[in-house]
């Protein structure tokens, strides 16, 4: 046998790995983090949706400006309100707050008639589509926290992502991809957090793809595959050993899986993310030009692909070269960072629906919180974070199309008509995906968690 075959079961490990791509939930896997595999889940009922797009609006889009219309704030711009609410009269430099008007107008759009601002031209034409909803609210103000909140439910400590609790629940489609992937350019507020599994099996880990001409790191192998499939199957023989020496366990069995997904990838993930069999109409929907690697259009178009594969769950994070929505300095940065979305997120809704994909995949939108329709003078530039309202929309399967849920109060300040906070909204994130929230938990440090810890129901009113 030649020198290059002549392998431990150490050297094994290491070299069969790194021609591959190397998943953060392999590694952790490897290095033992993760010992428990879940145990194998049914839904609790039929599920509507098989796969999740949730896109990711990262600083808070203001509600006012966008999906909200209110009258109101025209009329009554430059009124002086009451700061009563201790997240505002606490707060240096609002010991008096005036209303400010929207700066976009709104237009009826589709047989719904459902009211979207001009930020979103290519979005109201999909207004049939969706079910929006107008009157989300969260509990904190902090980008930090509210991020952490509206991905794992939990406002203060680290937990399992929304992502991984529906890969924990399901077991994957395609065996050559992860189950859950975020596609970013750059982090977002509160880091690798929003994608973590935290005390969930390692696996259910979201893995990262940064748009550009490599999306993921070492995908290519470095050894012949001939070399590669003897060592896999080398390395299968001796954990066949080794469990039957030192007993079963789900840890062991996931990490044999793991080396055998990691060989399939190499395959599987650079042809996934070629475009090059896209049609000329398809890119230019999207607003990808041929060879182009990076853009919101890209991540959409990716993020089609994928679950067209078989990825459970993908989020697009919208974290691009313009910033993010955090509109403290100038409303009008909404223009850039709303030209950069919107037709790609039309063109996503518009091709899943195309193909008859949109039947059984659910698409999510939202961010973190709105924005104040308020500020320290009327004539502020910019708006503050709002979380006691915004607003988020869903579309695809299972979800009521052309229709608008909730409601604020008349200047947009509070939540006031069937009030959904974010564990309510992953609550029915779950059941489209087949669970009763109360029901999917793991045991962890003595209790039993779950996404939405001990509150939430989900929003029967928007579910077909």
């Known amino acids: 046998m030649s020198s290059e075959l002549k392998l431990n079961r150490r050297s094994m490990l290491r070299s069969s790995v790194a021609g591959s791509m190397l998943l953060p939930a392999i590694l952790n896997q490897v290095a033992g983090q993760s010992t428990t595999d879940p145990a194998q889940q049914s839904p609790h009922f039929e599920p509507r949706a098989k796969n999740i797009i949730f896109l990711f609006m990262t600083g808070g889009v203001s509600h006012v400006d966008t999906f909200d219309p209110k009258p109101a704030l025209h009329r009554d711009h430059g009124k002086e309100i009451k700061a009563d609410h201790p997240e505002i009269k606490d707060r240096p430099g609002y010991e008096k707050i005036y209303l400010k008007r929207p700066q976009w107008k709104f237009g009826h759009h589709g047989e719904s008639g459902i009211q979207v601002s001009t930020l979103f031209p290519h979005l109201a034409n999909c207004v049939d589509d969706i079910a929006l909803i107008r009157s989300m609210h969260t509990s904190h103000s902090n980008h930090y926290n509210a991020t952490l909140g509206m991905h794992t439910g939990s406002f203060s400590f680290s937990r399992p992502s929304l992502g991984s609790w529906v890969t924990y629940g399901l077991s994957s489609i395609n065996q050559n991809l992860p189950g859950f992937v975020v596609i970013a350019p750059k982090q977002t507020y509160a880091g690798t957090q929003v994608y973590s599994s935290d005390f969930l099996p390692a696996v259910n880990q979201g893995t990262l793809v940064v748009p550009g001409n490599q999306p993921i790191a070492n995908v290519r192998p470095r050894i012949s595959t001939p070399v590669q499939r003897y060592q896999l199957e080398t390395l299968r023989k001796m954990n066949r050993l080794d469990l039957q020496q030192k007993g079963g366990s789900h840890g062991r069995s996931a990490r044999i899986r793991s080396f055998e997904t990691a060989f399939g990838m190499q395959n599987a993930v650079p042809e996934a993310f070629d475009f090059s069999t896209e049609s000329p109409r398809t890119l230019s929907n999207y607003s990808v030009t041929p060879g182009q690697s990076t853009g919101f259009g890209w991540q959409c178009l990716a993020a089609r692909r994928l679950v067209e594969r078989g990825v459970r769950f993908v989020e697009l994070i919208d974290t691009g070269s313009s910033g993010n929505w955090d509109a403290h300095g100038d409303m009008m940065t909404h223009v850039g960072l709303a030209k950069n979305v919107d037709q790609p997120i039309a063109a996503l809704l518009k091709d899943l629906k195309q193909r008859g994909m949109l039947d059984d995949t659910l698409v999510v939108w939202t961010t973190e919180f709105g924005r104040t329709p308020f500020n320290n003078t009327a004539d502020a530039p910019g708006r503050e974070h709002h979380p006691w309202a915004f607003s988020s929309w869903m579309a695809g399967a299972g979800v009521k199309q052309g229709m608008v849920h909730g409601a604020t109060d008349e200047h947009g300040l509070r ?37 939405t810890d001990v509150r939430g129901n989900a929003i029967e009113n928007i579910l077909t």
């Open 415 to 451: 939540a006031v008509e069937d009030r959904v906070h974010v564990h309510d909204f992953h609550a029915t994130i779950l059941r489209l995906m087949g669970f009763d929230h109360t029901r999917l938990t793991f045991r962890h440090a003595g209790r039993d968690y779950r996404l």
